[in-house]
């Protein structure tokens, strides 16, 4: 069953999922924890501020 799920996922579609996860913990390692999604896209450009 889990096989079956796992070879139904879109491999770009994981791809970006995992690319996407460092970033975010960057971000709120960064954040101390806080609230950063708003922060996000800003980041991932890298265009916020210090």
């Known amino acids: 069953m889990v096989n079956d799920c796992v ?3 879109d491999e ?3 791809r970006r999922a995992v ?8 971000l709120c ?6 609230h950063f ?3 996000l896209k800003k980041y991932k450009r890298g ?3 210090e």
């Open 7 to 9: 070879a139904s996922l």
């Open 12 to 14: 770009d579609e994981v």
């Open 19 to 26: 690319r996407d996860v460092r970033p975010g913990a960057e």
């Open 29 to 34: 390692l960064k954040m101390g924890g806080g």
């Open 37 to 39: 999604e708003s922060q």
């Open 47 to 49: 265009t916020t501020e």
